[in-house]
């Protein structure tokens, strides 16, 4: 029996329907369409604006479709690992309530929280259960609700922003396909670029923070954008090379999705064209943990099975990493 690797056998998402548009955003901060597509490439994001719901609601819809597309029973799932920054509460952990929502009463579920880099930590560490022979169906949701962290008053961070979620299955396979290699970094300096300043034990929620509107992310964005670029297209290079894949066998690099000149630049430094990048960025934003799955799932019927795709990450912290993934099906 050959090595066992963890395959993607299945991918669902969700997507509220509220579009906030460049065009709306100008009349909230002094911002336009123009310098939006510019700097960042987005021409609109999502909003969930159902009253009473929250991130594991968004989750659980991607769950179900996910359930649904690859016709597995919710009893049958053994581990559920969810990528949030936006969880329900501080505890519990927002995959256990997204597990019982989606009566998945079976598995036994937690949070990572890597920010954008989120989904493919939890990625890494869904697949190395299934290497070991520990379980044969784990599902990875990456779900944020980001307008619940985003001031709409600062015109530097609040068109980057959307919310969405996509969770992928995972099951055992003796073919060379699934999850190949991994290179996952994180150094605690970013701490200090990209961040929420209170609402945790070192700034704990108080009149003065809320007056002060220190529970909104909060960005140094030059420095990121820097950080950003140098990090994800080198872990990508490295994880080509190390793998021996070459610009003219990569079917797709899948990036994080939070600034298309940032996308640009890695592409230009794995020297591979337009054609083979995916993006979404103009329709959902940065939604965090949720732009690569989302991203696979907007392309899912353009791959192939043995298709070599590279996914790249660089999130808060920092975090940053990058997954070398054969595709395990056609659609």
């Given at each position: 029996m050959g090595k066992v690797h963890a395959a993607i056998t299945g991918i669902g998402a969700f997507?509220?329907?509220?579009?906030?548009?460049?065009?709306?955003?100008?009349?909230?901060?002094?911002?336009?369409?123009?310098w939006i597509m510019q700097r960042i490439g987005i021409k609109e994001r999502r909003i969930f604006k159902e009253t009473g719901k929250a991130t594991s609601d968004m989750g659980?819809?991607?769950?179900?479709?996910?359930?649904?597309?690859?016709?597995?029973?919710?009893?049958?799932?053994?581990?559920?690992?969810?990528?949030?920054?936006?969880?329900?509460?501080?505890f519990p952990a927002t995959a256990n309530i997204i597990s019982r929502k989606a009566g998945m009463h079976n598995a036994w579920s937690y949070d990572i929280s890597a920010a954008c880099s989120g989904f493919l930590f939890a990625l890494t560490t869904a697949a190395s259960f299934i290497e070991a022979g520990r379980y044969k169906k784990v599902i990875v949701v990456a779900a944020d609700m980001m307008s619940s962290i985003t001031d709409y008053t600062d015109r530097t961070t609040c068109p980057l922003f959307g919310d969405g979620a996509a969770a992928v299955l995972l099951e055992?396979?003796?073919?060379?396909?699934?999850?190949?290699?991994?290179?996952?970094?994180?150094?605690?300096?970013?701490?200090?670029?990209?961040h929420i300043k209170a609402g945790g034990s070192k700034r704990p929620a108080s009149v003065e923070t809320i007056e002060n509107r220190e529970h909104f992310v909060h960005q140094d964005g030059q420095t990121v954008f820097k950080y950003a670029v140098s990090r994800m297209a080198d872990v990508a290079v490295e994880l080509m090379q190390k793998n021996e894949i070459t610009p003219e066998n990569l079917a797709w690099l899948v990036p994080h999705q939070a600034n298309m000149r940032i996308i640009d630049a890695v592409a230009r430094r794995m020297d591979i064209s337009k054609e083979q990048v995916m993006i979404n960025i103009q329709k959902y934003?940065?939604?965090?943990?949720?732009?690569?799955?989302?991203?696979?799932?907007?392309?899912?019927?353009?791959?192939?099975?043995?298709?070599?795709?590279?996914?790249?990450?660089?999130?808060?912290?920092?975090?940053?990493?990058?997954?070398?993934?054969?595709?395990?099906?056609?659609s």
């Open positions: 997507l509220p329907e509220y579009r906030l548009t460049n065009e709306e955003l100008s009349t909230m901060v002094d911002t336009n369409d123009e659980v819809r991607a769950v179900q479709e996910l359930l649904q597309k690859t016709n597995t029973a919710a009893e049958e799932i053994e581990l559920v690992i969810c990528a949030t920054i936006t969880p329900d509460r501080p055992p396979t003796t073919e060379e396909l699934g999850v190949m290699d991994h290179r996952n970094y994180t150094d605690g300096k970013g701490r200090h670029y990209l934003g940065n939604t965090t943990a949720a732009t690569i799955p989302l991203c696979l799932w907007d392309y899912e019927k353009q791959l192939k099975k043995g298709d070599n795709i590279i996914l790249a990450a660089f999130g808060a912290g920092f975090t940053w990493g990058a997954l070398y993934l054969k595709w395990a099906y056609n």
